[in-house]
């Protein structure tokens, strides 16, 4: 396909995709629940209304049934990326495998078990709380698309087997049997510790169930400041406040209540496109039995799976960082980014090039220099934080949840034993020197993804410190 044909095809594909999200874009979304608009107290508060906030809600409430809690959300309940994403669920909790056993080669094994025994509890969750979000424990398939990520894909598979996953690489023919596109030059296909889900779906049951067990909610809450009391923290929004004996903080990318958590947590908009259902006829061009989500393999990478009802949602790639941390909502739409992923797809798939798009949007990924979140306390104790997710937060929130209820709680545990729990990531630099670095470093990452998986200085550089930048 030319260029140009490209363009054309993305081009009208996306005239009448409308500027929303998917998954939230539904009928059946719960009721807006009223803001705060009292002087209460609490035992626990919690800001965000994400995955993060409701885990730590529910787990605070099964830890002790009798607890007064009360959770904060400053739009509607997965406003954030926790409605917005693309619903891969994974095990890890090292923001993949091999960055695990990189990053903490002596406490790879606890941290996987930790990331299995969380993954169990989530799917266990959602069937004895009857939450429908469509989990199913798929497994995911990573695509080598340029030469160099064969042998990337190969060690990988080695390494997942190692770790007693079940794994197998996968020539171009097998992974084209599967899942046909002309770009894919071979696989990895993981079958354990990994699987998909609803993510709009989780939030809403998650929801339910948080206030079943008795959390008092607020949405259009923002909190606007946190103030040491003599036994606790005094929470304020714009119209109440909330006297607490302990407060956790969720907000994720989001600015927050705590400043100090500006220099660890890097928003990064990400953008996803989601098709019009395939119907049966054009899902046999395509094969996909399996119906497990896709990656592929590059530093700037797609991905992309079948939604409920036979859609194809397709996101990454152009991850964009504007200066100052900006968030806003008048970003979540941007043509060029969006045009761009339309081509990708196209390219990939070009036997469904009558296939239109229905939405489009974007959302804030919370990097850190690590990869994984940042956890640590503030005023005395009484306040915790579990934030920076890094893309990779469907099932690791659940966790980094139970990580803040421990700080918060003051006790110690095998999770707030672990080094990437009480030791931070490299903070990022204060501006304008951050919007510089994130320059070159994007520019260095797709350089080496032109040029055969090649570290330049720049990233042999940050490796050295243990620093990087990914979505
Ligand atoms: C486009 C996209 C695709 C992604 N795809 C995947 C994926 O497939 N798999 C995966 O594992 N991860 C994925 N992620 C990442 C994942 O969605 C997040 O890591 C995870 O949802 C984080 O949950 P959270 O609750 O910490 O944050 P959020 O869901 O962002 O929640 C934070 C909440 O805090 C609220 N808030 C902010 N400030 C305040 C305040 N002052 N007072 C009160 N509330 C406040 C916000 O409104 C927001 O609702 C993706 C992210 C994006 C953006």
């Known amino acids: 396909m030319t260029p140009q044909h490209l363009e054309e095809l993305a081009g009208r594909a996306l005239a009448e995709a409308r500027p929303t999200v998917y998954w939230t874009d539904r009928p059946d979304a719960p009721e807006p629940v009223p803001p705060l608009v009292e002087a209460a107290r609490a035992d626990l508060v919690v800001i965000g209304g994400g995955l993060t906030g409701l885990w730590a809600a529910i787990q605070a409430l099964e830890d002790d049934p009798s607890a007064d809690v009360v959770l904060l959300e400053a739009r509607s309940v997965g406003h954030g990326a926790s409605g917005r994403n693309g619903g891969f669920l994974a095990g890890s909790l090292t923001h993949g495998l091999a960055h695990g056993v990189a990053t903490w080669p002596h406490q790879t094994e606890t941290l996987l078990r930790l990331g299995r025994e969380n993954l169990a509890a989530i799917a266990d969750f959602a069937v004895r709380h009857g939450i429908d979000a469509d989990l199913r424990m798929c497994g995911k398939t990573t695509v080598a698309v340029r030469p160099h990520q064969v042998a990337v894909l190969q060690a990988s598979a080695r390494l997942h087997v190692e770790h007693g996953e079940d794994a197998a690489f996968l020539d171009a023919a097998a992974v084209r049997a599967d899942i046909d596109s002309p770009t894919y030059l071979g696989g990895l296909r993981v079958r354990s510790n990994y699987g998909l889900v609803d993510p709009a779906r989780l939030c809403w049951g998650l929801l339910r169930v948080a206030r079943e067990l008795g959390a008092r909610i607020h949405e259009g809450s923002a909190v606007t400041g946190l103030e040491r009391l003599r036994d606790g923290v005094r929470v304020r929004t714009a119209t109440g406040s909330i006297d607490a004996r302990r407060v956790v903080i969720a907000t994720n990318a989001f600015p927050g209540p705590l400043r100090r958590l500006r220099s660890w947590v890097l ?205």
């Open 267 to 471: 928003p990064v908009y990400d953008h996803v496109l989601v098709t019009e259902p395939l119907g049966a006829e054009r899902l046999e061009r395509l094969g996909w039995r399996e119906n497990q989500g896709v990656s592929d393999a590059g530093n700037q990478f797609h991905y992309y799976r079948r939604t409920p009802d036979d859609r194809i949602l397709w996101g990454g790639y152009d991850a964009i960082y504007y200066f100052g941390n900006r968030i806003d909502v008048a970003l979540e739409q941007r043509p060029a980014s969006h045009r761009l992923l339309a081509r990708h797809f196209f390219e990939t798939f070009p036997q469904l090039e009558d296939l239109r798009f229905t939405h489009r949007w974007a959302g804030v990924i919370d990097s850190t220099t690590r990869f994984t979140p940042v956890f640590g306390t503030a005023l005395g104790g009484r306040v915790a934080y579990a934030v920076g997710f890094t893309g990779l937060g469907v099932g690791s929130s659940r966790f980094g949840a139970r990580v803040a209820l421990d700080l918060v709680g003051g006790r110690e545990t095998e999770r707030t034993r672990l080094d990437m729990v009480h030791r931070k990531p490299v903070p990022f630099p204060p501006e304008p020197l951050r919007w510089a670095v994130v320059q070159v470093t994007r520019g260095a990452l797709a350089r080496q993804d032109r040029d055969g998986g090649q570290r330049g200085l720049w990233l042999r550089t940050l490796d050295r410190f243990g620093v990087g930048f990914n979505s």
